[in-house]
């Protein structure tokens, strides 16, 4: 069992910057993926990034990419986004999620952190 927590989100005007942590719980983040989704009012949950458990290996969506990068630090079991440029449409609640390594869905969850820009 893996529990998530999501820290770091707020208001910042566009062209700022963010950054959001996940503190994980359990003896067993390493093993695990990170991801970051995020959704919108009225939107499905998108994928943003996500990183693999040495933290050798990331992805970014298209819409994020250049701008967002995230990171892992095993030793404190959180992992990280940096959030630069912020547009008005990254606002929306993001989340922390976790998978075993190896597995296609991730199956634990944080409650969200809300990010709100302001043009």
């Known amino acids: 069992q893996v529990q998530l927590v999501e820290s770091g989100g707020g208001l910042v005007q566009a062209g700022g910057s963010l950054r959001l942590s996940c503190l994980a719980s359990?003896?067993?983040?390493?093993?695990?993926?990170m991801g970051w989704f995020r959704q919108a009012p009225g939107k499905a949950r998108d994928f943003v990034a996500v990183?693999?458990?040495?933290?050798?290996?990331?992805n970014y969506s298209d819409s994020v990419k250049g701008r967002f990068t995230i990171s892992r630090d095993n030793a404190k079991n959180t992992v990280y986004l940096q959030m630069n440029s912020l547009k008005v449409e990254d606002a929306a609640v993001y989340y922390c999620?976790?998978?075993?390594?190896?597995?296609?869905?991730?199956?634990?969850w944080g409650q969200g952190a809300q990010v709100t820009v302001s043009s």
């Open positions: 990183i693999n458990r040495s933290g050798g290996s990331t």
């Open positions: 359990g003896r067993t983040f390493s093993n695990h993926d």
């Open positions: 999620a976790a998978r075993r390594s190896g597995s296609r869905s991730f199956d634990y």
